[in-house]
């Protein structure tokens, strides 16, 4: 008999629990990246950490309570915010020949790869995003990498890319794609990247 | 002063461009709605917006989307966010540098669904980036996610 009261005092709290107020609930994905990733769930000033692909966090009146969920159940519940997700930026990156205004021949076939992407894509916008190797100081690789970006957009402007759909951005020597000392010449760093979005 | 600079593309032979002398889109924008599905709205200053696809986004826009409604929006740090049925998602706040990565993005999702693919502000500073629901804030640290708020 007791038992039973017990039991129906426990049905009893899961239902009030189960009905009061908004359930909010947290499912971190696997990053195709294949990176480390975690979503940290911060609540009334304590942390629950989510590091492992389809760690849930739940968080109801009764607190929060970790749980397990699937590649199934995310998708029954959130397939479609995952179907509306749009598509990730495609990201090419364009070479100078030394001491020239010209491209690589690679490069050049990587551009017509570009229109591509471009013509893909619905709402197509494009960032130029130039890049500088390490000899100089920041002010003057900031400026040269945005001059890089903007001889780009212009010719990007003049094959017919709308003007409108282009922006322009100089990262300087911060982001090298091969990592050197400072004040080191590396032709694989003066390089200007296209973001299709 | 007007600088000129040419460039060889493949196709277009030489162009040659006063590429200073180029005015840039303007960068109020924080973002934009790429993907748009049933009903969506935007609400801006007082006024709701029809949430159609190429809509650019601002900060404080609140996105909504009715029982058959979802959209997609790409922020200028390349942060994806979509939001299923019945959903209200708030832009907070959001300030990006595109030169040094820095900034911040505050997005709150009130109810609805949500998935988030993080971008360079959070690449730069995981703290910088935060998706709050009505109890909880949610940091973000390189990631992938699904948020749910039921009512």
């Given at each position: 008999?007791?038992?039973?009261?017990?039991?129906?005092?426990?049905?009893?709290?899961?239902?009030?629990?189960?009905?009061?107020?908004?359930?909010?609930?947290?499912?971190?994905?696997?990053?195709?990246?294949?990176?480390?990733?975690?979503?940290?769930?911060?609540?009334?000033?304590?942390?629950v950490v989510l590091a492992q692909p389809y760690a849930g966090a739940r968080l109801g009146r009764g607190g929060a309570e970790a749980f397990a969920s699937s590649a199934g159940q995310v998708q029954a519940r959130y397939g479609t915010?995952?179907?509306?997700?749009?598509?990730?930026?495609a990201q090419f990156t364009l070479f100078f020949i030394e001491n020239k205004d010209e491209l690589t021949d690679e490069s050049k076939r990587i551009v017509d790869s570009v229109f591509a992407e471009i013509a893909r894509r619905p709402?197509?916008?494009?960032?130029?995003?130039?890049?500088?190797?390490?000899?100089?100081?920041?002010?003057?690789?900031?400026?040269?990498?945005?001059?890089?970006?903007?001889?780009?957009?212009?010719?990007?402007?003049?094959?017919?890319?709308?003007?409108?759909?282009?922006?322009?951005?100089?990262?300087?020597?911060?982001?090298?794609?091969?990592?050197?000392?400072?004040?080191?010449?590396?032709?694989?760093?003066?390089?200007?990247?296209?973001?299709?979005? | 002063?007007?600088?000129?600079?040419?460039?060889?593309?493949?196709?277009?032979?030489?162009?040659?461009?006063?590429?200073?002398?180029?005015?840039?889109?303007?960068?109020?924008?924080?973002?934009?709605?790429?993907?748009?599905?049933?009903?969506?709205?935007?609400?801006?200053?007082?006024?709701?917006?029809?949430?159609?696809?190429?809509?650019?986004?601002?900060?404080?826009?609140?996105?909504?989307?009715?029982?058959?409604?979802?959209?997609?929006?790409?922020?200028?740090?390349?942060?994806l966010l979509s939001a299923g049925p019945n959903s209200i998602l708030s832009l907070e706040h959001f300030e990006f540098d595109p030169t040094t990565s820095e900034g911040r993005f505050d997005a709150r999702l009130q109810r609805g669904?949500?998935?988030?693919?993080?971008?360079?502000?959070?690449?730069?500073?995981?703290?910088?980036?935060?998706?709050?629901?009505?109890?909880?804030?949610?940091?973000?640290?390189?990631?992938?996610?699904?948020?749910?708020?039921?009512?």
């Amino acid at each position: 008999m007791n038992k039973l009261v017990a039991r129906a005092a426990l049905l009893t709290a899961l239902l009030v629990v189960g009905c009061a107020g908004p359930t909010e609930t947290v499912v971190l994905l696997p990053n195709p990246g294949g990176q480390d990733t975690a979503v940290t769930v911060t609540r009334d000033g304590r942390q629950v950490v989510l590091a492992q692909p389809y760690a849930g966090a739940r968080l109801g009146r009764g607190g929060a309570e970790a749980f397990a969920s699937s590649a199934g159940q995310v998708q029954a519940r959130y397939g479609t915010a995952l179907a509306a997700q749009p598509l990730p930026p495609a990201q090419f990156t364009l070479f100078f020949i030394e001491n020239k205004d010209e491209l690589t021949d690679e490069s050049k076939r990587i551009v017509d790869s570009v229109f591509a992407e471009i013509a893909r894509r619905p709402i197509p916008d494009v960032i130029v995003i130039g890049h500088t190797d390490t000899v100089g100081n920041d002010a003057a690789n900031d400026a040269l990498s945005r001059q890089r970006a903007d001889v780009v957009r212009a010719a990007f402007v003049a094959r017919g890319l709308a003007a409108d759909k282009v922006v322009t951005v100089g990262r300087g020597k911060r982001e090298p794609a091969v990592a050197t000392g400072d004040g080191v010449a590396e032709a694989r760093n003066r390089r200007v990247e296209i973001l299709v979005r | 002063m007007t600088k000129t600079f040419s460039l060889r593309l493949g196709r277009g032979g030489l162009v040659v461009a006063a590429a200073l002398c180029v005015a840039l889109p303007a960068q109020a924008d924080v973002g934009q709605i790429k993907v748009a599905t049933g009903q969506v709205f935007v609400d801006r200053k007082g006024q709701s917006l029809p949430g159609r696809v190429g809509l650019p986004l601002e900060a404080d826009d609140v996105l909504r989307t009715g029982a058959d409604g979802s959209v997609g929006i790409t922020m200028r740090d390349n942060s994806l966010l979509s939001a299923g049925p019945n959903s209200i998602l708030s832009l907070e706040h959001f300030e990006f540098d595109p030169t040094t990565s820095e900034g911040r993005f505050d997005a709150r999702l009130q109810r609805g669904t949500l998935a988030v693919v993080s971008g360079r502000i959070a690449k730069k500073a995981p703290q910088a980036m935060t998706v709050r629901t009505p109890s909880a804030v949610l940091g973000v640290r390189g990631t992938e996610f699904v948020v749910s708020v039921d009512e």
